[in-house]
């Protein structure tokens, strides 16, 4: 949350000429409610297997495409060796400072976050990362937050 997927993937696909695809935006697509409102009515679990079946459903209809994931989309249900499988998925490590600068001004935008206190965001960041670095570092290539540029990563991709 917060690294900066969505920028980069559509940046990626454009240098690519491939689709691009926002998984938060095909789940709204495919349930007809926001992300909070899945999450307000059918809770984290509901919206976890949702997450994971349109994810399934992208990776086996599209064969060249790149994806911005929820940064909890590699931790659930083994997405993270279907990730792999079907493609190459890559990890931008982003610093928690960093995080949390971006994340304080965007906390009603997301569901996870948006009642937490700043002191209360630091801790979560530090937690998530924690809980989540695990899946994370079995991306098949990490970009370090000073190497996330566009070309720095088609470069990567290409000589991996």
């Known amino acids: 949350m917060g690294t900066g997927k969505t920028h980069s993937g559509k940046q990626l696909s454009e240098k690519l000429g491939i689709p ?3 998984l938060d935006e095909e789940i709204v697509a495919h349930d007809g409610k926001t992300i909070n409102e899945i999450f307000a009515t ?3 679990e509901y919206f976890r297997l ?8 992208i990776g086996e209809y599209h ?5 911005a994931c929820g940064g909890g989309t590699p931790c659930y249900y083994n997405n993270i060796d279907y990730m792999n499988k079907v493609g190459m998925s890559i ?3 982003t610093s928690l400072d960093t995080l949390y600068k971006r ?6 935008k997301r569901p996870l976050i948006k009642e937490l206190t700043s002191e209360q965001l630091r801790a979560y960041i530090a937690k998530k990362y924690s809980d989540r670095k695990i ?10 937050e000073e190497e996330v540029e566009v070309e ?3 470069e990567k991709i290409f000589h991996a």
């Open 20 to 22: 691009f695809f926002d």
């Open 42 to 44: 059918q809770g984290e």
């Open 50 to 57: 949702l997450e994971k079946d349109v994810l399934h459903i």
């Open 63 to 67: 064969e060249n495409f790149v994806m």
């Open 91 to 93: 990890w931008l490590n």
């Open 103 to 108: 994340l304080i001004n965007e906390k009603e």
């Open 135 to 144: 899946y994370y570092e079995q991306a098949s290539l990490v970009m370090d």
């Open 152 to 154: 720095k990563i088609v």
